[in-house]
């Protein structure tokens, strides 16, 4: 099975393909370039490297969020186009799945802590036993989520880790630790948790949905005007 995986979650992102359940290539974005523009030439390229073309891919993937509002629109809508025009499916997944999945390796028996930073001073956090969600997904300030925390060994993931990895030393002591690599690429696990999934039912590339969590500023707006 082929499938081409793209990660929109972060500023860079990332983009994967799999062939027969090994990640034959992954790579960054260039950040210097507007998603709009560099989007169609990462997925693209990674294509041509990998001497695949678009017509052999069984699935695309893509990561619903958490994460950018303008990141997971463009990302999404991308690669629905790509499934339209393949005639193929499009497999959502969550960025909290696929680092939790990541962490796995490093974890050690302790409970996994996926966050995304979520600018203003919060974060996008869910909570993991080996791959299975305990809670999650929300959006709260580092403090609230930490301590609901305290007292558990738990290994934080994510660049919301990275962000605020010293409140989480100041308050989990011995018993929080950031991963070693705590904002790894994404796209090649998204494309093999999707590849576990693409056994079942079709996933038509119209369903695929974003995982915001926060509501749009758009929303808000609405939301304040009524309460006006």
């Known amino acids: ?18 062939v027969n359940g090994v990640v034959e290539r992954e790579e960054a974005s260039d950040v210097s370039l507007p998603p709009a523009t560099r989007l ?10 990998g001497s695949v073309k678009l ?30 025009a393949a005639g193929k499916p499009l497999i959502g997944v969550s960025a909290l799945d696929a680092l939790a999945r990541i962490a ?19 974060v996008y956090a869910a909570l993991y036993d080996d791959d299975r969600e305990l809670e999650g997904p929300v959006v709260a300030s580092p403090d609230k989520v930490l301590n609901s925390l305290k007292g558990t060994s738990t290994l934080f993931v994510g660049d919301g880790a990275r962000t605020y990895r010293d ?57 304040s005007r009524a309460v006006g």
């Open 55 to 84: 017509g052999d891919v069984d699935a695309f993937a893509v990561a619903t969020g958490p994460g950018s509002f303008t990141g997971l629109r463009i990302g999404i809508a991308t690669m629905q186009g790509l499934a339209f």
């Open 167 to 223: 409140e989480i030393h100041r308050t989990m002591g011995e018993g929080g630790r950031v991963a070693a690599m705590p904002t790894p690429l994404l796209a090649g696990t998204i494309a093999m948790l999707a590849a576990v999934r693409a056994g079942d039912a079709y996933s038509p590339p119209h369903a695929i949905r974003p995982l915001y969590v926060r509501r749009t500023d758009a929303e808000l707006a609405r939301n």
């Open 104 to 122: 796995l390796a490093e974890a050690a028996g302790r409970r996994i802590a996926t966050w995304v930073d979520a600018w203003r001073g919060e």
């Open 40 to 49: 169609p030439l990462d997925l693209m390229s990674i294509l041509e490297h």
């Open 1 to 18: 099975m082929v499938i081409l995986a793209l990660d929109t979650t972060t500023p860079a992102g990332s983009c994967a393909l799999v």
